[in-house]
């Protein structure tokens, strides 16, 4: 089991930035690849980044690349999402994801990650 807690969300101005972060807790945190996704009020849950177990891979959605970037530290089992230049579209409850490295998956598919955190809120207004 793996245990995730994000925090760092909040209410910004567009043009403004964030700095996410995902604690997790429980089996070793280098079995993991691990996902952001964002999901906003009526829409579906999408991709946003991954990055690897151990940090030399990342990948992002194309509406954020060169914005974000995610990033991890293994010896304090986090994950982090730096979000910059942020626009009004990007308002959505920010989910973080661990997907078990050993097995074969896909970074965009919500369904090829095992676990979940609870989400934490960004607002991005106009």
């Known amino acids: 089991q793996v245990q995730l807690v994000e925090s760092g969300g909040g209410l910004v101005q567009a043009g403004d930035s964030l700095r996410l972060a995902c604690a997790a807790s429980?089996?070793?945190?280098?079995?993991?690849?691990m996902g952001w996704f964002r999901q906003a009020p009526g829409k579906e849950r999408e991709f946003v980044a991954a990055?690897?177990?151990?940090?030399?891979?990342?990948d992002y959605a194309d509406s954020v690349k060169g914005r974000f970037t995610i990033s991890r530290d293994n010896a304090k089992k986090m994950v982090y999402l730096q979000l910059n230049s942020l626009k009004p579209e990007d308002t959505a409850v920010y989910l973080c994801?661990?997907?078990?490295?050993?097995?074969?998956?896909?970074?965009?598919?919500?369904?090829?990650?095992?676990?979940w955190g609870q989400g934490t809120q960004v607002i991005v207004s106009s």
């Open positions: 429980g089996r070793p945190f280098e079995t993991y690849n």
């Open positions: 990055i690897n177990w151990s940090g030399d891979s990342t």
């Open positions: 994801a661990a997907r078990n490295r050993y097995y074969s998956g896909s970074n965009y598919l919500d369904a090829d990650y095992d676990y």
